[in-house]
């Protein structure tokens, strides 16, 4: 706390003595404003009467911030549980004014059940994917619940990438690369694209960009297991003993193991069709392959600050195509706008079950002894392999009134339909092999049953969900005086979630099956429909033409929706079923009360921007698990509540230097309790997990001029995060703290009109940040129990790290 009380009494005297500066300063320069079209229509940032932050490409490119990671750092309010760019496309882990009630510990892919509380957009597409940032002309952050405009998801906020466009005035190309070493790693990072920008005409231009990257790991897995050519473990005979299902495997090591590989491309049309309409085709394309998780082990004793003691590579390939149709045209009246848009996401993955199913006890049925049940082997050799597939088709069409009377008005359209495909299967290696051969050919090979299951499945979900939206949205202006104007919003929606779910058991057979399936299948489906409306009131008046105060209440939304799990009014089996309650989970709402007061001063060298604020979140959506078989699912709690403050501030305090300012005070909170099944599992009071309660971002850039015409650039950025718990409270079994932490970055460049060059260290003083470490109570089985082998003691308490300090260069050519 004593970083946090200097950080304030330095903010104070800040303002005190920039008040004093304002009286004397007399120089002529001032800051860029920048444009965003986060309302719907172009406005400057400190036109908008709410809490909105925006990064031009320019400060992004020369920040080197490419993705969510070093995005979040340099963002007031916004945080990221950072796992690492495998993880963190999986699910964005993104939190803004507090709104999280999701674990944030653990590594398995299974953690992104709940739709995320931040929603993205590329452009106008609603889709979250960890893009990596090429060619951007901003990114907006919109803080707060956005539902009327932005709809499902933003209850803590909204985040918009808006990319370049094509250029009809001039050819324009670029070529650079971002080349550097990680301290621990053994071979280069690099980070190269090239932009072309070809006017075809007057009124059509060609806009692409393409890169490739390549980013080195720094983890080592010391306790790999070592299989043959058929999947199975290869036991360690080297101490004289015999092979068998019991004896310990044969470990191997493999060092940078967390290494990426990432190819974009985006292609870009557009056609000035006459003075009043443009439209602009879009397709951008992603592919991204990891070799691991960016986690450790700290609790075991071969793991440490780089080293994992998983037993599987856990690599991933994920891709991304977005196809967008967008059409703009000047009614005179109001300006037209639609945006037609199909997306489609893919990815394969590998994840380390052993602490799952060790843990666990997990045993079998064995038919040489009547289906008996029996211990399984304690060796390590259990893993996941994730298949999915998610597609989603997206239409709004929007009015927006262009006149210059005292209404202005927004309305749309939105359609969506998005269907997710999945398949989970859990397999022990070499288990079907060694126990159960008869049966496996049977299962294989089962008469008219094309069978889904793979070699060594023990456990495999299939999942199609589909999921519809349909809504009718606007905001309505009127403005009162020149210096006051109240703005009135509404969003009706209804929506569709339909799920289908098989789940197949096959080690149980028919005896687990709800069909008569020799392959233990157990179909279940459900189908949900869910209306409502959400609304916004916000009103602002001007105290001078440069500062205005506004008041923003605000409602936000999530969907709701199915879960994937057989309850006992689809099956009669209730081995297998839970109770019906837990089949479906209902939207949660978040209800925004804020004040603020925003603006510039001294000429426009001062730019500023604080924020009160108070979210009411009821029906909270919470990812847990089912009462009697521990199913994952998404459960509604109670109500939750989330305050703070935040205060930003950019200021040219010379000629050639610029300062920017962040701090952000959150305290949220359960206000009711919650309790799964007559257990409780959270208390009015208790913390939400991921939420620090204080950040703070500080940047410097100093620029001058050479009498060669070079410009010459220094920058210094940090970022400081508060401690965080990962669970609930200190009975949840994924309870953990991960301490506090400040990164810092700098850069010395040399620019002109043609090339740059700059040098950069990331993470300067080499500070190890810590995220959703696992919660000790995964330590707490006793190997003399028979439930899991020492070995396995900490190794599934997993920490996920930053990348440590990274130097460099950074290289660019346009011509």
């Known amino acids: 706390m004593t970083t946090i009380s200097a950080f304030k009494k330095g903010l104070l005297a800040t303002a005190i003595g920039l008040a004093t500066f304002e009286s004397t300063i007399a120089e002529t320069f001032s800051l860029e404003e920048v444009v965003v079209t986060a309302t719907r229509r172009a406005e400057t940032v400190q036109d908008i009467p709410y809490n909105i932050s925006a990064m031009t490409g320019d400060t992004l490119s020369k920040q080197g911030i490419t993705d969510m990671s070093k995005l979040a750092r340099n963002i007031t309010g916004l945080t990221l549980v950072d796992k690492g760019g495998r993880d963190n496309g999986a699910s964005s882990g993104l939190i803004m004014r507090g709104l999280n009630a999701d674990a944030t510990s653990g590594t398995g892919e299974g953690a992104a059940l709940t739709p995320n509380t931040v929603s993205t957009y590329v452009d106008d597409v609603p889709v979250f994917y960890n893009i990596h940032m090429k060619d951007i002309d901003r990114v907006e952050v919109l803080r707060g619940p956005q539902g009327t405009l932005y709809g499902s998801g933003s209850l803590g906020g909204t985040i918009r990438y808006i990319y370049k466009k094509p250029d009809t005035e001039a050819f324009e190309m670029e070529a650079g690369s971002r080349l550097s070493n990680t301290k621990g790693s053994s071979g280069l990072n690099t980070d190269t694209h090239t932009v072309i920008n070809v006017p075809l005409n007057d009124t059509m231009a060609l806009r692409t960009v393409f890169g490739y990257v390549e980013t080195q790991g720094f983890i080592d897995q010391h306790s790999l297991i070592s299989t043959d050519a058929s999947g199975s473990v290869i036991a360690d005979t080297s101490q004289?003993?015999?092979?068998?299902?019991?004896?310990?495997?044969?470990?191997?090591?493999?060092?940078?193991?967390?290494?990426?590989?990432?190819?974009?491309?985006?292609?870009?049309?557009?056609?000035?069709?006459?003075?009043?309409?443009?439209?602009?085709?879009?397709?951008?394309?992603?592919?991204?392959?990891?070799?691991?998780?960016?986690?450790?082990?700290?609790?075991?004793?071969?793991?440490?600050?780089?080293?994992?003691?998983?037993?599987?590579?856990?690599?991933?390939?994920?891709?991304?195509?977005v196809f967008s149709w967008d059409l703009e045209t000047d009614l005179s009246f109001a300006t037209f706008s639609s945006s037609v848009s199909h997306y489609k996401t893919e990815s394969e993955s590998i994840g380390d079950l052993n602490a799952t199913y060790l843990n666990a006890g997990f045993s079998y049925l064995d038919p040489s002894d009547g289906y008996g049940i029996n211990q399984i082997s304690l060796r390590p050799h259990f893993l996941a392999d994730y298949i999915e597939e998610?597609?989603?088709?997206?239409?709004?069409?929007?009015?927006?009134?262009?006149?210059?009377?005292?209404?202005?008005?927004?309305?749309?359209?939105?359609?969506?339909?998005?269907?997710?495909?999945?398949?989970?299967?859990?397999?022990?290696?070499?288990?079907?092999?060694?126990?159960?051969?008869?049966?496996?050919?049977?299962?294989?090979?089962?008469?008219?049953?094309?069978?889904?299951?793979?070699?060594?499945?023990?456990?495999?979900?299939?999942?199609?969900?589909?999921?519809?939206?349909?809504?009718?949205?606007?905001?309505?202006?009127?403005?009162?005086?020149?210096?006051?104007?109240?703005?009135?919003?509404?969003?009706?929606?209804d929506q569709t979630f339909d799920a289908s779910n098989d789940i197949y058991l096959p080690e149980g057979g028919i005896l687990n099956s709800t069909v008569n399936d020799i392959r233990g299948l157990v179909p279940t489906g459900s189908k949900e429909d869910f209306k409502d409306e959400i609304f916004k009131i916000n009103t602002s008046y001007d105290l001078t033409g440069d500062m205005m105060v506004y008041f923003t209440w605000a409602e936000g939304f999530r969907h709701g929706g199915v879960n994937r799990i057989p309850t006992s009014d689809q099956v009669n089996n209730v081995y297998i079923a839970e109770d019906p309650e837990f089949g479906q989970y209902k939207s949660d709402k978040a209800e925004n009360w804020e004040v603020g007061i925003k603006g510039s001063a001294m000429d426009n060298r001062l730019s500023f921007n604080a924020a009160l604020f108070q979210i009411d979140w009821t029906d909270v959506q919470i990812q847990g698990e089912t009462p009697n078989l521990f199913y994952p699912a998404v459960l509604n709690g109670d109500t939750a509540t989330s305050r703070g403050v935040e205060l930003e501030m950019t200021m040219a305090v010379t000629e050639n230097l610029?300062?920017?300012?962040?701090y952000a005070y959150t305290n949220a909170e359960l206000t009711n309790n919650f309790a799964i099944g007559g257990t409780t599992i959270g208390r009015d009071g208790d913390n939400l997990p991921g939420v620090p309660e204080n950040t703070a971002n500080l940047g410097l850039t100093y620029i001058t001029n050479l009498d060669n015409g070079m410009e010459l650039s220094y920058s210094l950025n940090g970022a400081y995060v508060d401690s965080v718990q990962n669970g609930l409270n200190k009975d949840s079994s994924d309870y953990s703290e991960d301490p506090s932490h400040s990164l810092w970055d700098i850069s010395i460049g040399l620019d002109t009109d043609q090339w740059g060059i700059s040098l950069f260290v990331d993470n300067v003083f080499d500070e190890q940040a810590k995220y959703g470490t696992s919660g000790p109570s995964d330590n707490v089985v006793s190997p003399e129990g028979n439930s899991r082998p020492s070995y396995q003691l900490g190794r599934d308490i997993t920490t996920f790290v930053n990348r440590p300090r990274t130097a460099g260069v950074d290289l660019y050519y346009r011509f």
Do not use: C
Not at 300 to 316: C, I
Not at 415 to 436: I, M, N, S
Not at 658 to 662: D, H, K
């Open 240 to 321: 004289g003993l015999a092979s068998s299902s019991d004896t310990p495997p044969l470990y191997r090591s493999k060092k940078d193991t967390n290494n990426e590989r990432i190819k974009h491309m985006r292609l870009s049309y557009l056609w000035d069709i006459n003075d009043s309409t443009t439209t602009t085709l879009t397709y951008h394309h992603q592919e991204d392959n990891y070799g691991g998780r960016q986690a450790v082990n700290f609790n075991h004793p071969d793991g440490g600050s780089s080293k994992s003691t998983l037993a599987q590579e856990e690599s991933l390939d994920r891709e991304l195509d």
């Open 390 to 493: 998610q597609e989603g088709t997206s239409v709004e069409l929007r009015l927006a009134s262009n006149g210059d009377g005292p209404i202005d008005y927004v309305v749309g359209l939105f359609y969506l339909k998005r269907q997710y495909e999945a398949e989970q299967h859990d397999k022990l290696l070499g288990y079907w092999e060694d126990t159960h051969p008869t049966l496996k050919t049977e299962v294989y090979n089962s008469v008219n049953r094309p069978a889904p299951l793979t070699t060594d499945d023990i456990y495999l979900q299939v999942t199609d969900d589909t999921f519809t939206d349909k809504a009718i949205f606007g905001e309505v202006t009127y403005h009162i005086t020149d210096r006051w104007q109240v703005t009135a919003g509404m969003r009706a929606f």
């Open 658 to 662: 610029t300062m920017t300012l962040g």
